[in-house]
């Protein structure tokens, strides 16, 4: 399968190489017309050193071979002959030599010259993917519905997300400048992130974050590290989601749990308050709740009378009824 593309290639390379020599034997053959002398060696080094150029060390060598056969056919004399003259060949050899080290340094200049262009399309290639790549990732976490950011080893904001961006109504910039500011000064979570930062372990915690309006709105916070393979942190990852729905039917709950807790204690107090004794019992008969007044009336305690045993002081001629 080698073999053709090869093969394609060599004759391609001795097509070129042929052409450039005929090209320059015809150049040859105009300037020897105009200055009656025979065309200079440099004239077919050009020839060699643009198929190297062109095409490698291989069509050069082949156009170094056919440039020499026919330098001596058309411009040594005997003129029409390949018959080579001693006084001729140290100028021969040294065409050969000269051509072939130049052709050598065309061919070394044209690798290295595809190498560097291969290498910067591979890079460019490679920023590509890259820039591609922090265009999917920015996209994907910016429709995360939660506040992501990363931060850099030592706290600071190196990648918000655009839910953040848009609660916050920060830019990256300010955030790494002053993101700090977006919780009270006085806030837990404060004294929580430096510990984090210090132990390098991941902290959770809850905390109100002001918004872009000024206002303040409670989030989940948790905070991670990523390591490297020596154990070191090279980046930290944080995410929040709000929670204020939750912290207001939480707070509700807990008033209204109090404003229960008030309304017994004030219904305790009227019913224990009252000048009359009163109780009241489950279905069963059970006692579940007694008046101070039938408490001190009887001399018994709470736990005392508590279930059927607050029928200890009925008169027994009145139990049955």
Request: net charge neutral.
């Amino acid at each position: 399968m080698l073999i053709r593309p090869v093969a394609t290639k060599l004759g391609i390379d001795c097509t070129i190489a042929t052409l450039v020599v005929a090209i320059t034997v015809c150049g040859g053959f105009i300037l020897q017309s105009i200055v009656a002398v025979a065309p200079p060696v440099s004239l077919f080094s050009c020839g060699v050193m643009f198929v190297a150029w062109r095409r490698g060390m291989a069509a050069a060598v082949t156009s170094v071979i056919i440039t020499l056969l026919a330098f001596d056919y058309f411009f040594l004399p005997p003129v029409r002959s390949f018959a080579i003259q001693a006084r001729d060949i140290p100028q021969l050899v040294f065409f050969v030599v000269a051509a072939l080290f130049v052709a050598f340094l065309c061919d070394s200049h044209r690798k290295a010259v595809d190498a560097r262009r291969r290498v910067e399309a591979e890079l460019r290639s490679s920023e590509r993917r890259a820039a591609e790549a922090q265009r999917e990732l920015q996209l994907t976490i910016d429709s995360i519905p939660a506040m992501l950011s990363i931060y850099r080893p030592d706290g600071v904001h190196s990648l918000v997300n655009k839910t953040w961006i848009d609660y916050t109504g920060l830019t990256l910039a300010e955030a790494a400048e002053r993101g700090g500011e977006l919780f009270r000064s006085d806030d837990p979570e404060r004294a929580a992130w430096r510990m984090a930062l210090a132990s390098g372990k991941p902290m959770a915690t809850e905390a109100p974050i002001r918004s872009a309006d000024g206002s303040f709105h409670w989030f989940s916070i948790r905070r991670a590290p990523l390591t490297d393979d020596q154990g070191r942190i090279v980046r930290w990852f944080s995410i929040g989601f709000n929670i204020d729905d939750r912290k207001i039917a939480e707070d509700a709950l807990r008033d209204k749990e109090a404003r229960l807790a008030a309304a017994e204690r004030e219904l305790r107090l009227t019913l224990d308050s009252i000048p009359t004794l009163a109780w009241r019992t489950d279905p069963n008969g059970a006692a579940r709740y007694l008046n101070q007044r039938w408490l001190d009336y009887t001399g018994l305690s709470p736990d005392s009378a508590r279930d059927w045993r607050w029928m200890d002081v009925i008169h027994e001629d009145d139990l049955e009824r």
